[in-house]
């Protein structure tokens, strides 16, 4: 894949420095001048592996070992002179006490399934499977010119909102081989970075946002976010700790700041009508609506689509719904019921029921039910259209 104008752009404008430096230093870190530098990424360690995977360039190239923490440059910034310049501890995404009642991952598909399956590929068209998965990959892989954003919200938790996130940030990342990034945006407690399979995260959206400068380099973004094993990065809204909720005015100097490095990021947003959800809505280059498969979930997304068709820019064609099955025995009428959110002009996907998925955790690709794998790859594909044709 070409770079594209816009990595050539990123380079060049990583090179200026923040004129804006005045902040005075920490009491308990004093430095010369009138600005000051925030504490130096975290080293890599066994239990949380932190480092850049290069400059824009080489990650194009491919995965670059991770250097040590001698090796990460020192980052001038404005800092916000109410927070502490402190370096936030590293905490466990599960309580350790916690960590074994996950149980041992299971098969998305049955075995009985995965038997059936394997007979009928015997007799089916490998030609038309190939020319399918061709496609899907092409729309994945498109050459961006700017950073391309796709937010993910749903009227109400426990749908699935935070699972198409993940599942979006992991088909982003398997296809493209350009920088990734899993951003969640939500005010509350998620659950991201267990999704994601991070072992612990310490850098915060809040810290973060004081930190970022225009002369930051990609590497030394990297150094404060958690490389994500499947590859990309992942950026949490919080230690998993009851305190400030996100803000808007944090998500927007954050999401704008990171997007110049990032080819995609997906953003795993609150629950609507939340004020963060409504701005990462309005400003994402495409949307993605999680919905359950139930009348109510219908019902409620419908009105979703319908105030986003009152936005001032076309936000409908830039959506796609996801609808959701938390259970085996879903009685919903499918047909009829995608009917009626396609009635607005929006496209919807169905992600089947998948036992892997329900288990809750992290989610192993590995394991994945087939339906789910190409549910997934096809709702990312939708999304990835809508946002390349974003201006």
């Known amino acids: 894949m070409t770079q594209g104008d ?31 530098a925030p504490p130096p990424p975290p080293a890599a360690s066994s239990s949380e592996p932190v480092g850049p995977h290069g400059d824009v360039s080489a990650r194009l190239a491919g995965p670059v070992p991770h250097p040590e923490a001698s090796q990460q440059p020192a980052v001038r910034a404005v800092r916000d002179p109410r927070l502490p310049m402190v370096t936030p501890e590293s905490l466990p995404t599960v309580d350790p006490r916690l960590a074994h009642a996950m149980g ?13 399956r394997s007979l009928q590929k015997l007799t089916a068209s490998a030609a038309q499977e190939v020319s399918e998965e061709t ?47 899993a951003l969640e945006a939500d ?47 992942l950026l949490p809204a919080s230690q998993g700790r009851i305190g400030a909720p996100l803000d808007m005015p944090t998500y927007r100097t954050v999401s704008l700041a990171l997007r110049r490095y990032f080819a995609v990021t997906v ?13 990462a809505m309005d400003t994402a280059h495409a949307r993605v ?10 019902g409620g997304t419908r009105l979703v689509l319908d105030w986003l068709a009152q936005l001032p820019h076309s936000a409908l064609a830039t959506t796609v719904v996801a609808l959701t099955a938390n259970s085996p025995d879903m009685t919903l009428d499918l047909k009829a019921a995608t009917a009626h959110l396609r009635e607005t002009g929006v496209t919807v996907v169905a992600l089947p029921y998948d036992r892997h998925l329900a288990q809750g955790g992290p989610i192993h690709t590995a394991l994945l039910g087939q339906a789910t794998r190409q549910a997934a790859t096809s709702l990312a594909a939708e999304a990835m259209e809508r946002a390349v044709k974003a201006r």
């Open 104 to 116: 041992r991952p299971r098969h998305g598909d049955s075995i009985t399934r995965r038997t059936g």
């Open 289 to 298: 609506v999680v919905a359950p498969m139930t009348v109510e979930g219908v």
């Open 6 to 36: 816009w990595q050539r752009d990123v380079l060049r404008d990583l090179g200026r420095q923040d004129a804006a430096a005045d902040a005075p230093p920490a009491p308990d870190r004093p430095a010369p001048g009138p600005s000051a």
């Open 267 to 279: 953003v795993d947003c609150e629950t609507l009508p939340g004020e963060v959800a409504r701005t």
């Open 135 to 181: 496609h899907l990959a092409r729309a994945l892989q498109q050459p961006v010119t700017t950073g391309r954003v796709i937010a993910v919200t749903s009227i109400r938790g426990g749908v699935g909102k935070t699972t198409v996130a993940a599942l979006l940030a992991r088909t982003f990342n398997h296809y493209r081989h350009d920088p990734v990034l």
């Open 187 to 233: 005010a509350a407690l998620g659950t991201l970075p267990v999704r994601l399979g991070a072992k612990s995260v310490r850098w915060s959206c809040r810290e973060l946002a004081h930190l970022l400068t225009p002369s930051m380099q990609l590497t030394d973004v990297t150094g404060y976010l958690v490389p994500v094993t499947d590859g990309g990065w």
